[in-house]
């Protein structure tokens, strides 16, 4: 029945339900201390991607990568699908790949980069924007290939390591190849690579680590401010009786409020239809160079889905009351 419900909804709502962060913490703490280097199995089934790439073929439909803004050989591009943002920071020193898309999607964000003329190899840094398989499923592999360090939150590391889906660690349709993260990453905190610096907004609620980035781009003599959001969506996640994690409601709040402090001249996100990428893109391609320069769009994307959250909030409240 769980999993009926769970197909039966729309692609955001990747997130399912049930309690217990400490079920998660404990186990992985456990594995840890026994044996400091090995990561759990990875778990993610043949049958499960199939269906994921069944129900969601936007996940898995192929766009040209290209380049978002910079100038040539730097800045940032886009190396996902029409449905799935990943994105790509080249940098003299060696890359930053941002998202691994679903767990068989490693080899075709590989190939974006190819084409782009870069060496997936020469990835240096992984980045995440949040521990849910249709953006984390291909880090391990990425990592794999490149040897690159992981970098992610606290909030999401035992997800990530554990390959799991926060507060369902039980659902086997939502399991991701554990990934190991190197170093964590805190709010505010930066990366700094091959003259690349970028900050992290940890943006908890959809996930309890959920991570955008933030770095300055040039192009033609002007810097731009580009954000990567990780989403703020309720989608499945229970926000009550009981919730998805401890705290889920408060995150969210403190994730809208600190987003109205964000005014991003690019506004870039791990689902492309949250930034109207099909468009800007034609706008691009038919000779925009800024087609994707919107500073207003980001505040109109918050107070839309700052709704939502209400919406859903109220209607799971009134469900749970008897
Ligand atoms: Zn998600």
Known sequence: MKMMRFLAMPLLAL?????????????????????????????????????????????????????????????????????????????????????????????????????????????????????????SGGLADLKAMSGAQMIASEGDRSALEGGFYLGSEEEDFLLAPPVKVDRIIADGETVSHGGVTMTAHLHPGHSRGCTSWTMDIAQGGKSYEVLVFCSATVAANRLVNPPQYEGIVDDYRSTFDKSRDLKPDVFLANHPGFFGMAKKREKQKAGDALAFVDDQAFGKFITVIEGWFKDGLRKQTEAATP
């Open 15 to 135: 997130a399912a339900c049930a309690p217990s962060p400490d079920i998660a913490e404990a186990s992985n703490e456990q594995a840890s201390s026994a044996a400091p280097e090995a990561l759990a199995e990875n778990k993610v089934s043949a049958e499960n991607l199939a269906k994921w790439r069944k129900d969601n073929s936007s996940w898995y439909a192929a766009v040209e990568p290209f380049q978002v803004v910079g100038e040539q050989g730097a800045g940032i591009y886009f190396v996902g699908t029409e449905g799935l943002g990943m994105f790509f920071i080249p940098t003299a020193d060696g890359h930053i790949v941002i998202d691994g898309g679903m767990p068989d999607q490693a080899p075709m964000v590989a190939d974006a980069i190819t084409k782009l003329g870069y060496d997936p190899k020469d990835i240096k840094i992984l980045l995440n924007s949040h521990a849910h398989l249709d953006h």
